[in-house]
Each structure stands twice: as structure tokens, then as C-alpha cells.
């Protein structure tokens, strides 16, 4: 890999784990506030909303000068809304404008790799990309889960500890100033980046101009017989991963009596497992094979139930390492894919742009469903059998579709065309 990659890899790392930080503490200062339960999951639904909404616009940002400055500036959006969650600003309105950050950060993240890379790295580096991306949500997750524990948050709030000049009174406070050094310290690497050269032709900046080119590329990907198939994958993976978050705190909760702190690092566990997933994937599945793993996603929907038969933590541990583990097997391939077909048919901001809004539309609705059965007190065992019954019939039809194009065109000769 060029060197340029791995500062890539740096300043995603960073800038990721102090989102999943930022998630643990936002939902421990809804617990401060006595919100209700099913507010909870809506913390992530105000954070993707922008990924819709601004979806026609970020990727003509993330082409418009070099993706490095625009995740530097991105990343700075971030840090603002970590300090309005830390100035008593609502918890839902902060996490938006950190979501805000995060919508225009991601087409120059993934971008930047067609830019940087040849197609056959790309399988590699999305595996180091979601590798790292992650471990990220792991130590996010946990470091979350620390700076909100008794022990941690004792340190940071005592009387002569580091954050008492700040006067900071409550332990998710505290969280969020070390979550927004973390965030400092992603800018740094961002600067790190090289230019690659690559520049894209002068694009114009009115909005119904945008929405229309916008909608163009979106309707480029879908009725393209491969971005099509890859598009959907992507699209129901990050969906189902959203949701499988929040189902993975209350499972843990309510069937497994473990605190918020304890229950965090169980997220990290899954995302251990995809990262698990996500290196063989890198290491074994190839460009020109990667539609070859569709039957795995389907085999992931199936385990998830199985989480209803887990009574003990120790039991949780491996069941969950094995559902991201198939999870990050089959989703890493089709991203990869998704983003060179992508890049072959429209351009490298773009075609994320497209990607993430179908993705975060997705999440919504999942969210907002899974938010609506909360408010509607379904036990977490019966939202668990929905929600992996629902991926598996899903990915059951996207190899049936699949199939019948098989019969019309050559994958395999799809994937090797230059871009045009």
C-alpha cells in the first residue's frame, strides 16, 4: 500500500472511535436526563438523517478540491457538536451536527482510495479500511463504556483531576472533553494526507442542479445490472448493522443484567468479529469473485436468532464474534465492488454519495422501526427473531435477483471494464 494510505487509515480510526464514544456518552446523558427508553435508538437516527438529507451535495464537496482537506473541515464539524452536547445542548441536536460532519467526511474517506489505489487493491484495502474502521467502533465502544464507569469518571470529576478547571459536574461530561481530544488528534492526521492529483471537472453548486445530477447517479447505479446487486447488499448490511447495535445493548440489559458500561463492550465484541470477518475477506476473496460470498449474509440472518438461546455472558462472546464475523466476510467484498463499479459509471465522491444516502435511508427506517416496536414494549426476544428473519429473507432475494441477471450479462466481465 502507498503511504498515504495508512494516514488514511489513521485519521479514520481516530475520527470513527470518537463517534462510538460520543454514542455511549450521548445515550449515558439521556439516562441522566430520564429520557425514555425509545429515545435511545433515535440518537443514531438524528446522526444519520444529514447522510440523506445532504446526500446530493456531498459528493460534488468531496470532489471539489482534495479529500483530505475536505475530512479536515468535516472532522472540525464534528468537534462542534461534541461541544454542544457538552454545552447542555439536547443530546439528539449534538449528535446531528456530529452526523452533519460524518455525511460530508465519508465520500472523501472511501473516495479517495479509487483515487489512490488500483481496482485490485481495493478488496485489501476496504478490508484494512473496515479492519480498522471496526476496531474503531470497538475501542469506541469501550472507551465509552470506561469514561462513564464509576472508577474512570471518579478520576476525571474529582476535585483536583484533570477536568476540574472546566468545571465539569457528571460523568458524561466528562466523557465528552476526552472524546474531543480524540477528535483533535483525527485532525491531525487528516493534515497528513497526500494530494493525489486527481481533479474532477468544475461542477455547479445550485441545488436543484445538484439534486438532479444527484438523482442521476442514483438511477445509474441502481439500473446497472452489478451496482444494483452490490447496492442492495451495502445498503441492508448498514441498515441491519445500525440497528443491530441498539439490539445489542438491550439484549444485553434485559437478558444478561448487564449495566450500560458492561453492555457497550458487547458492541465491541460484534465489531470485533467483523473485523475478524473483514481481514480473510481481504485475504482470501478476490475483485473478480467477491459476488461469490452472497449466500454468507444470508447465513448471518439465521444466527442472529440464536442469541435468544444465550443466557450467560460468557456464552454471549462467541455467538456474537460469529455473527460479525460472517457479517464482515460478506459485506467488505460487495463495498469493494460497490465502489469500483461506482467509480467506473459515475466518480469517486459520487458514487459513495450514492451509496451512504441508500445506506442511511436505510437506517432510518430500521431505526425508526425499531424505535416504533420499543414504544410498543416487544420483548427484545421477539425484535431479535424479526430482525434476523428479515435480513435472511432479504439476502435470499438479492441472490434470486442476482441470478436471473446472471442469465443477461457476465459478472465477471462487468468488474474488469476500465472506467469509462
Known amino acids: 500500500m502507498k503511504r498515504g494510505f495508512y494516514n488514511i487509515m489513521a485519521a479514520q480510526f481516530f475520527s470513527?472511535?470518537?463517534?462510538?464514544?460520543?454514542?455511549?456518552?450521548?445515550?449515558?446523558?439521556?439516562?441522566?436526563?430520564?429520557?425514555?427508553?425509545?429515545m435511545k435508538p433515535l440518537l443514531k437516527l438524528f446522526f444519520t438523517i444529514s447522510y440523506v438529507v445532504l446526500a446530493p451535495f456531498v459528493g460534488t464537496i468531496a470532489d471539489a478540491m482534495p479529500k483530505g482537506r475536505v475530512m479536515f473541515i468535516t472532522n472540525a464539524i464534528k468537534v462542534v457538536g461534541c461541544f454542544l452536547m457538552f454545552f447542555t445542548a439536547h443530546?439528539?441536536?449534538?449528535?446531528?451536527?456530529?452526523?452533519?460532519?460524518a455525511a460530508a467526511y465519508s465520500p472523501a474517506k472511501y473516495g479517495i482510495?479509487?483515487?489512490?489505489?488500483?481496482?485490485?487493491?481495493?478488496?485489501?484495502?476496504?478490508?484494512?479500511?473496515?479492519?480498522?474502521?471496526?476496531g474503531s467502533i470497538i475501542l469506541g465502544a469501550v472507551l465509552g463504556g470506561l469514561l462513564i464507569s464509576p472508577g474512570i469518571s471518579s478520576v476525571l470529576l474529582a476535585h483536583e483531576g484533570p477536568l476540574a478547571m472546566l468545571n465539569v459536574t457528571t460523568p458524561a461530561d466528562a466523557a465528552i472533553v476526552v472524546i474531543a481530544c480524540v477528535y483533535v488528534v483525527a485532525a491531525l492526521f487528516n493534515l497528513s494526507i497526500p494530494d493525489t492529483g486527481v481533479r474532477y471537472a468544475a461542477q455547479e453548486f445550485h441545488p436543484i442542479v445538484q439534486i438532479r445530477a444527484f438523482r442521476a447517479c442514483w438511477l445509474a447505479l441502481w439500473r446497472d445490472r452489478l451496482g444494483q446487486i452490490t447496492l442492495a447488499v451495502t445498503t441492508l448490511f448498514w441498515g441491519a448493522g445500525a440497528t443491530l447495535q441498539f439490539i445489542v445493548l438491550d439484549?444485553?440489559?434485559?437478558?444478561?443484567?448487564?449495566?450500560?458500561?458492561?453492555?457497550?463492550?458487547?458492541?465491541?465484541?460484534?465489531a470485533l468479529g467483523i473485523a475478524g470477518g473483514a481481514m480473510l475477506a481481504a485475504r482470501y476473496v478476490a475483485l473478480i469473485s467477491s459476488l461469490r460470498v452472497l449466500p454468507v449474509g444470508v447465513a448471518m440472518g439465521l444466527m442472529v436468532p440464536m442469541m435468544t438461546l444465550v443466557s450467560t455472558e460468557a456464552a454471549a462472546y462467541p455467538m456474537l464474534v460469529m455473527i460479525g464475523a460472517l457479517a464482515g466476510f460478506f459485506v467488505v467484498p460487495m463495498n469493494a465492488l460497490l465502489q469500483h463499479r461506482g467509480y467506473v459509471l459515475l466518480s469517486a465522491g459520487h458514487s459513495i454519495?450514492?451509496?451512504?444516502?441508500?445506506?442511511?435511508?436505510?437506517?432510518?427506517?430500521m431505526l425508526g422501526l425499531y424505535a416504533l416496536l420499543l414504544r410498543l414494549e416487544l420483548p427484545v426476544d421477539a425484535v431479535i427473531f424479526l430482525f434476523g428473519g428479515f435480513v435472511a429473507i432479504t439476502m435470499l432475494l438479492v441472490i434470486a435477483r442476482h441470478r436471473r441477471n446472471q442469465r443477461e450479462y457476465d459478472s465477471e466481465r462487468l468488474i474488469g471494464l476500465p472506467r469509462a
Open 16 to 38: 470513527s472511535l470518537a463517534d462510538n464514544a460520543l454514542l455511549i456518552a450521548g445515550i449515558a446523558m439521556l439516562i441522566e436526563m430520564q429520557a425514555p427508553e425509545w
Open 91 to 101: 443530546p439528539l441536536l449534538s449528535y446531528a451536527v456530529v452526523g452533519l460532519g
Open 113 to 134: 482510495l479509487t483515487e489512490l489505489l488500483p481496482p485490485e487493491r481495493l478488496v485489501a484495502a476496504n478490508g484494512w479500511i473496515e479492519g480498522t474502521t471496526v
Open 251 to 270: 439484549w444485553a440489559r434485559f437478558s444478561l443484567g448487564m449495566p450500560l458500561n458492561r453492555a457497550a463492550m458487547l458492541q465491541g465484541v460484534v
Open 353 to 365: 454519495a450514492v451509496q451512504y444516502f441508500n445506506e442511511n435511508l436505510n437506517i432510518l427506517l
